[in-house]
C-alpha cells in the first residue's frame, strides 16, 4: 500500500514541477502581451486623434473654398451689372 501511496505523491510532485513552471511562463506571457497590446491601443488612438486633426483641417479648407467661390460669384455678379 505505501508504494501505491508513493507512487501517487510521486505522480502529483512531477505534475507539480511541471506545472508551476509552465504557469509561471504563461503569466509572464500574458504580462508582456498586455503590454503590448496596451502600446499598440495607444498608437492607435493617437493615429486616430492625428487623423481627426487632419479631417477637422481638410473640412476648414474646404469651407475657405467655399467662401472664396462665393466671393467669386459676387464679382462676376457685378461685372455683368455693370456691363
Same mark, same amino acid.
Given at each position: 500500500?505505501?508504494?501505491? /501511496? ?12 511541471? /506545472? ?12 508582456? /502581451? ?50
Amino acid at each position: 500500500m505505501d508504494t501505491a /501511496l508513493d507512487e501517487w505523491y510521486i505522480n502529483i510532485i512531477n505534475i507539480l514541477a511541471v /506545472l508551476v513552471p509552465v504557469l509561471s511562463s504563461l503569466g509572464g506571457i500574458s504580462y508582456w /502581451l498586455e503590454k503590448k497590446f496596451t502600446e499598440i491601443d495607444q498608437k492607435f488612438e493617437d493615429i486616430d486623434q492625428r487623423s481627426r486633426h487632419i479631417e477637422e483641417r481638410f473640412k476648414a479648407i474646404d469651407q475657405r473654398f467655399i467662401e472664396i467661390d462665393e466671393r467669386f460669384k459676387k464679382i462676376d455678379q457685378r461685372f455683368e451689372e455693370l456691363n
